[in-house]
């Protein structure tokens, strides 16, 4: 079976910074590759560069395709290399990046041994190369790769909670063609992202590589120039974005509803992001449009009180609600706002943020379990499974994570060494009982604070909650 990588890589005024990335290109550790680099209308030395590197690059033992053409966007430049490739698997690297060694070799042997997966993520470093890329985004890819959130993919990709970039991905030229037939992407609007990904996570959920195998040099030539020029130009380039995630979004949804949900989620996205711009350009008449259209977009599915004032606060409300919609949950949602605002503080998002491991699970389905899963989600941390002794709960399920009960005997040590258990119990003596139990079994354990527990009693008394008939 062929093992042929084919790496397309669009190129634009790139002569100050493309010889890093064909250097990465020459240092790959795998042997099989086809490098296809398309001039996209360059006013500079980047093709110059290129043909250059061409004979370096097939001394390697590659081979290397240089094409010219009109400038046209990355879209239309990946849509030539499409047509040209004769590899069987697919990677859309950007030309002033770099790729570590391990890029290609360590995602096409993630695919060979994982048949039923079509495709592969890895993880990235940003600039700086001692930091990992967004720890908070490393670990959404990792949970969002668990099994039981795999029909949430997509809407958490459409609303910009898992990252849509096609740079550190690898594909199955056999099932990139099942989804574009044609092998050519939708030219239109000002980014290759969304046309590629969001039709792949639709049809099939990827794997995830827990290690940085590409680096982000942040040297942008394609798109992120916009962060730099003004609140403008800025808002502009995002409500294209917005405007294309919607064509496809309606696209792909199967029935009027979930394009509706889809088109919602985009709208909120969209005015999340254009409030951290407008903060970012300290425009303040901006931001108070945006707290409106925020208001007028969100108030038909979640109670806001008139006061609500405090813009960190708001800025949060357009994530919880995203998180919510995509995992089906907008019929339970507990607090207004200002509740909200008490519920999720610094201090009690401490208790949770250094969740790393795919192994966290939630002891007690009733009133507080049910909190504290929203809590994880909207840290977009996906427990596997919910503990609970209530016979009437076991075989139900809370946002698709199921209830069952709590057989640790049958796990082994190095099963039970790798668990990660929140204890949702308000009951102080049950709660004490557990906590014993899971500290026997040689469990860890996390127990949400005094003060976290304090503000959900007086939130469940506000709220009319009968706790008492909830407990585990």
Known sequence: MSRKVTLIMPCYNAETHIDVMLASVYGQLHDDIELICIDDGSTDNTRAKLDAWKPIIEKRGYTMTVV???????????????????????????????????????????????RKMQWVKCGCIMEDLSKLHYPRIKSQLKQYNNALSKRHLLELTISGRVPAVVWTIMVRRSFFEECFPDMKIDEGGVSQEYQMIFPLTAKARYGYIDEPLYAYLHSRTYGDNHRNKSYESEALYLASLSAMAKKIANKLGKTEDQKKKWVLMCNIAYIYRCIAAARRHNESESLKQLIGELFTQIKPIIRLESDLINI???????????????????????????????????????????????????????????????????????????????????????????????????????????????????????????????????????????????????????????KGSQIS
């Open 68 to 114: 010219s053409k009109k400038n046209g966007g990355a879209a239309s430049a990946i849509n030539v290399g499409l047509s040209l490739m004769t590899g069987d698997y697919i990677c859309f690297p950007d030309n002033d990046d770099m790729l570590m060694p391990g890029y290609a070799s360590k995602m096409l042997n993630y695919l060979e041994e994982h």
């Open 312 to 466: 960190e606060t708001l800025q949060e409300i357009p994530n919880r609600v995203i998180t919510f919609l995509a995992y089906g949950a907008l019929d339970k949602l507990m607090y207004t706002a200002n509740e909200f605002a008490q519920l999720i503080t610094p201090k009690m998002l401490k208790q949770f943020e250094d969740l790393q491991t795919n192994d966290v699970h939630v002891y007690g389905a009733g009133w507080l379990g049910q909190v504290i899963v929203h809590i994880l989600l909207y840290m977009d941390i996906m427990p596997k499974q919910i503990f609970d002794k209530n016979s009437d709960k076991i075989g139900d399920s809370i946002y698709g994570i199921p209830i069952v009960s709590p057989e640790f005997d049958s796990l082994s040590a190095r099963e039970k060494q790798d668990m990660l258990v929140v204890v949702a119990i308000l009951d102080a003596n049950v709660h004490e009982e557990v906590a014993k139990l899971l500290i026997a079994d040689g469990i860890q354990k996390i127990e949400p604070g005094d003060d976290l527990i304090d503000t959900l009693q007086i939130l469940a008394a506000a709220n009319g909650e009968n």
